[in-house]
């Protein structure tokens, strides 16, 4: 299914995808085709994001794209001490 078709089936919602195509542009994972695993209700969402499963993914149907910002460094470095 689409991303787009997503919106419009689940307005408003965060909802727990499948990713199943996507393109990539520099830092970024354009996801073109997904499927809809289930709803997730507003209160789980956060615990749902960090707790999913590789390929899986918690996103909010208010967002027009749905895109994934890639990052390249770490976000934490850690030094040994001497």
């Known amino acids: ?15 727990l995808l499948s990713i199943l195509d996507f393109t990539e542009q520099e830092d ?3 996801v073109t085709e997904v499927a809809l695993i289930r ?3 507003a209160e789980e969402a956060n ?7 590789p390929g899986n993914l ?7 794209n749905c895109i ?5 460094e770490p976000l934490l470095r850690m ?4």
């Not at 994934?68 to 390249?72: F, N, T």
């Not at 030094?79 to 001497?82: A, I, P, Q, V």
Request: proline residues 5%.
């Open 39 to 41: 709803l997730v209700p």
């Open 47 to 53: 615990k749902t994001f960090f707790h999913v499963e």
């Open 28 to 30: 970024k994972k354009i």
């Open 79 to 82: 030094r040994r001490g001497s």
């Open 58 to 64: 918690v996103y909010h149907t208010a967002n027009e």
């Open 1 to 15: 299914m689409k991303w787009q078709q997503v919106r419009e089936l689940y307005p408003d919602q965060f909802v």
């Open 68 to 72: 994934i910002h890639l990052r390249k």
